[in-house]
């Protein structure tokens, strides 16, 4: 299997441009999860998909940031405007049934 | 709420020697995760404990879950320089979705 895939795996932008994560999780994993990994904070959630619906959205820091889940096999984190706070590192993960969850490599974000 | 407390924050040793962190809270858990994030990668999972006092090994890794089911510790023997890395502790919230992670211990092993 070719684990949870990310891209793209570091993102240079302006402030004010609008940033697009994407993810593709391991086939056959009904859970996926958007967090965020900063050296203030640590790694925290953003949001939880289950069966490509939102369940918690409560982690998303503002209306700047949303998600979307089409189909089981695509996920995007979408950023607009983005600012240079958003500067950190993302991480999709995905697990069966809220299980052990499996993180992709991260896409490295740097706003300017 | 519910916290994870790791220690050491990091650690600076010999090729070779035995590495020993752990994980404590105020509250109890019914799991706890061991991962391993490399630089520029995710975290990937070590290894996984779910009942108390279990005590499971992964190669040269050997994690035990704390029968308060409070704490839980990893041991690496014989480190390796690509041992280098962080490695977090984690475990559900209120046994929901949630993982919440420790701060995480750095790890650096001098060849």
């Known amino acids: 299997d070719a684990g949870v895939i990310q891209s793209p795996r570091h993102e240079v932008t302006e402030m004010g441009q609008e940033v697009t994560l994407r993810c593709k999780p391991i086939s056959g994993h009904n859970s996926l999860f958007w967090y965020r990994q900063t050296m203030m904070r640590g790694l925290e959630l953003l949001i939880y998909f289950n069966n490509n619906v939102p369940i918690d959205d409560s982690g998303m820091p503002e209306d700047r940031f949303s998600a979307k889940m089409p189909n089981a096999s695509f996920s995007t984190l979408k950023i607009q405007p983005s600012e240079p706070r958003d500067s950190a590192v993302y991480f999709c993960a995905s697990s069966p049934s809220s299980s052990t969850q499996y993180f992709g490599p991260g896409t490295r974000l740097l706003v300017l | 709420g519910q916290q994870l407390n790791q220690s050491p924050q990091s650690m600076f040793i010999q090729e070779g020697e035995d590495v020993s962190m752990n994980c404590t809270s105020s509250s109890i858990f019914n799991t706890w995760l061991w991962y391993k994030q490399e630089p520029g990668e995710g975290p990937v999972l070590l290894i996984a404990l779910y009942k108390a006092g279990e005590l499971t090994s992964n190669g040269r890794l050997t994690a035990q879950f704390g029968i308060t089911r409070k704490d839980s510790f990893l041991n690496i023997s014989a480190s390796i320089p690509s041992d280098v890395g962080i490695y977090f502790c984690?475990?559900?919230?209120?046994?929901?979705?949630?993982?919440?992670f420790g701060s995480g211990t750095r790890l650096l092993v001098r060849p």
């Open positions: 984690a475990s559900w919230m209120d046994s929901s979705y949630k993982l919440i």
